[in-house]
């Protein structure tokens, strides 16, 4: 395998990376700093400035505003915005929607949907699990039954991930009762300011608030926001994952971290000297530093085999496996960095559904570690969102050992 990269591909980084540090609003950014979840109106200002460029999704075929660029190039776009700070987009919108409708939607949910998902205007959220049908995605029970030219839609979504922001949901919904499970699923576009439809919170340990449960009572649905046909719901979920496999992996976040971990270990100083002298801890942070950079060169083969060279199931499950748990071992480095000085968490105090907020003093008064034992906490529940790592291994065991 070649290593290097083409010199056009790094000028293209620079290009990206000075674009970047030339646009990013500095408020922006120190938020990003701080690892605290990007606010809405933070990603709506950043969209539209990516929009204007024609940025905002380059993954998407050029006819519907993306670009032409490289699996590489698309890559390297993505590793800039994380090294930069700049807030997560809306993901499930851009990354996982969007390639939806883009090839399985009408003309005219194309035309009413995607314009406004690039330019920020709308927010979107996933309704894929269920209590009782999380990794077991299969067995959803939230019916959608057809009155007319409406789907009326009962059931209920949790872990819904920035649902309190969001002003769609597509959500995984069961359109038959009478035939194998997952020839019984569609898969539907709802409004979530329709009747019917209630959100609540779920504040999760690290005292923010990114995770909703959604509950569905006679909600009318245009029977139009159905995308692709009826059934095929569980067709397009799996190629919705094919879209998802690389990121899974959240290699730029990790790199991003490890550069945190080195400055903290930089800064704290022990007994005999700063903490990055250490023996022990660094070499922690050399062999985390080497697991990453080895995963990332998975990505990028990933990115440049040919669909038929990779099962998206196997390759996402590889991926989002080893990913997870390089990053939570990150995030608890970066924890044992600060040490006692970690005690406190120093949840967002600018957050939009902050109750309350102490008034603490930043821990170390050094600003990246402001946030670090938040983080680290949420950063827990990795091995367990989007399947759990026990699911992945099955999945592997099953579809690449063959046991």
């Not at 204007?52 to 699996?71: C, I, M, N």
């Not at 883009?102 to 309704?127: H, K, M, V, Y």
């Not at 269920?130 to 995605?137: C, K, M, R, V, W």
Request: aromatic share 8%; hydrophobic share 40%; with cysteine.
């Amino acid at each position: 395998m070649d290593f290097t990269i083409d010199p056009d591909d790094e000028t293209f980084r620079r290009e990206v990376r000075a674009f970047i540090a030339a646009s990013l609003p500095p408020d922006i950014a120190r938020r990003g700093r701080h690892d605290y979840h990007s606010a809405r109106e933070d990603v709506r200002r950043w969209m539209r400035i990516l929009n204007e460029k024609g940025w905002s999704a380059p993954h998407w075929p050029r006819e519907f505003g993306g670009s032409d660029w490289s699996p590489l190039r698309r890559y390297i776009f993505q590793d800039e915005l994380r090294r930069a700070r700049a807030p997560v987009l809306d993901r499930c919108a851009l990354d996982l929607l969007g390639p939806v409708i883009c090839t399985f939607g009408s003309p005219e949910q194309q035309a009413r949907f995607l314009p406004p998902i690039l330019n920020g205007d709308e927010w979107w959220c996933q309704g894929f699990s269920e209590p009782g049908s999380g990794s077991d995605l299969a067995s959803l029970r939230t019916r959608a039954d057809l009155d007319g030219d409406t789907y009326v839609v009962n059931g209920q979504k949790i872990w819904t991930t920035e649902a309190h922001y969001a002003d769609w949901i597509f959500a995984l919904v069961r359109t038959d009762q009478h035939v194998k499970p997952q020839a019984g699923i569609s898969f539907l576009l709802i409004d979530m300011r329709a009747p019917g439809v209630v959100r609540r919170p779920i504040w999760t340990i690290d005292e923010g608030l990114t995770l909703n449960e959604i509950f569905f009572d006679n909600v009318p649905v245009p029977a139009a926001n159905l995308v692709g046909q009826a059934g095929q719901g569980w067709s397009y979920a799996k190629f919705l994952l094919g879209h998802e496999r690389t990121t899974s992996a959240v290699v730029s976040h990790t790199k991003r971290d490890i550069e945190q971990v080195r400055h903290l270990a930089a800064t704290i100083r022990t007994t005999e000297g700063h903490l990055i002298g250490d023996e022990l801890f660094a070499t922690k942070l050399a062999r985390l530093e080497a697991e990453t950079i080895a995963l990332e060169w998975s990505v990028l083969r990933v990115l440049h085999a040919d669909d038929g060279d990779v099962k998206a199931d196997q390759v996402a499950s590889l991926l989002k496996l080893r990913g997870s748990e390089l990053s939570e071992r990150a995030a608890l480095l970066a924890a044992e960095a600060l040490g006692d000085h970690g005690l406190a968490a120093m949840p967002d105090p600018e957050g939009e559904h902050r109750l309350r907020h102490d008034g603490l003093a930043p821990p170390l008064e050094d600003d990246e570690a402001i946030g670090v034992t938040a983080k680290t906490m949420f950063r827990r529940a990795t091995t367990i969102y989007g399947g759990t790592s026990e699911i992945q291994r099955s999945i592997i065991a099953k579809s690449v050992l063959g046991l």
